[in-house]
């Protein structure tokens, strides 16, 4: 599956911005949907999944309470939506795909879309 995330930008602490990732396929429905974060030398990190079917989601403690991840499979998207954004939260956010597993592990997902930069300021 080919992936694309799209809806990063540039927002003041306390903000909010959806981000979206748009895939490829048939099998779309098949899929975990991960969404990763990588700051500037930092490793890849994990925010949150959603499961192929939509009925389990998991996050990282650090974005709990403020990020919602959802999907639509009729359009084949997967949405991050992020609030009350904190400085900390900058990076460049990747969203991945496995099929049938839901894994935290970037090493784990098969396919990966480019990125799209989130930066919050203070």
């Known amino acids: 599956v080919q992936l694309q995330a799209s809806g990063g930008g540039l927002v003041q602490a306390g903000g909010s911005l959806r981000l979206s990732c748009a895939a490829s396929g048939r099998t779309f429905s098949t899929y975990t949907i991960g969404w990763f974060r990588q700051a500037p030398g930092k490793e890849r990190e994990f925010v949150s999944f959603i499961t192929w079917g939509g009925g389990s989601t998991m996050y990282a403690d650090s974005v709990k309470g403020r990020f919602t991840i959802s999907r639509d499979n009729a359009k084949n998207t997967v949405y991050l939506q992020m609030n009350s954004l904190k400085p900390e939260d900058t990076a460049v956010y990747f969203c991945?795909?496995?099929?049938?597993?839901?894994?935290?592990?970037?090493?784990?997902?098969?396919?990966w879309g480019q990125g799209a930069q989130v930066t919050v300021s203070s």
């Open positions: 991945a795909a496995k099929m049938y597993a839901a894994p935290t592990l970037p090493r784990v997902y098969t396919d």
